[in-house]
């Protein structure tokens, strides 16, 4: 069964160090998200991505975070300047539209010391 | 921002019993609802989802109705089995966000012999 895969698993880095989690989504979907859960909280949106280009962020993605699809299979998450509460799961998760629902990936736990 | 509800955090069912987990959301936009399930250390994983235009979608064990008017959601597995033992989420999209899904907080269930 195809599968969202996201490297690396855990990333810890010191706080204001720049990070970049990256998934590979399913080859024939179109849509990609990022999702974070901070411990003990819920599954938060964080921006969705469409054509090359950001369709939806939520007030959390602010100008620290950036998406990227650098050559059509990878999409990546960068923190420019990490701080203690970017301390996080984030989730990969891509779709073929609504009708074909959300595949998430395993995961990155970010740890910022 | 709780547009998605799930008020019971913890479920105990025995094995081979009916689980049923419930789901209130807030937002009348909303028009397609997912559950996922969750174990430790790994991505969200599809189980099941509901458009508004249905009141119940049924797929092997797995069964969830959509109640609209309260603006409720249920999931019903039967049986249950230990391998059910997770987390479950609630998750809603809507309108022109279908993208971007709302999660509820989770319910942990426990299967027990």
């Known amino acids: 069964e195809p599968e969202v895969t996201q490297t690396p698993s855990h990333q810890v880095t010191q706080m204001g160090q720049e990070v970049i989690l990256r998934c590979v989504p399913i080859s024939n979907h179109l849509y990609f998200y990022w999702y974070r859960q901070i411990l003990g909280q819920k599954v938060e949106f964080l921006v969705s991505?469409?054509?090359?280009?950001?369709?939806?962020k939520s007030e959390i993605f602010d100008d620290q975070f950036s998406v990227e699809r650098p050559d059509g299979s990878n999409f990546t998450l960068k923190i420019r300047s990490t701080k203690l509460e970017d301390s996080a799961m984030y989730f990969c998760?891509?779709?073929?539209?609504?009708?074909?629902?959300?595949?998430f990936g395993s995961g990155t736990r970010l740890t910022v010391v | 921002d709780q547009q998605v509800k799930q008020n019971s955090p913890s479920l105990s069912v025995q094995e081979g019993r009916i689980s049923i987990l419930n789901c209130d959301y807030t937002?009348?936009?909303?028009?397609?609802f997912l559950w996922y399930k969750k174990y430790p250390a790994e991505g969200p994983t599809f189980l099941i989802s509901i458009s508004s235009i249905k009141d119940k979608n049924e797929d092997g064990r797995f069964t969830v109705f959509l109640n609209k008017s309260a603006k409720h959601l249920s999931l019903h597995i039967v049986p249950s089995q230990p391998g059910d033992s997770a987390v479950y989420f609630c998750?809603?999209?809507?309108?022109?966000?279908?993208?971007?899904?709302?999660f509820g907080a989770g319910t942990q269930v426990v299967v027990t012999p």
């Open positions: 991505f469409y054509n090359n280009e950001i369709s939806e």
């Open positions: 998760a891509s779709s073929g539209g609504q009708a074909y629902g959300y595949t």
């Open positions: 998750a809603a999209s809507g309108g022109n966000s279908w993208g971007k899904l709302q």
């Open positions: 937002n009348s936009m909303f028009d397609y």
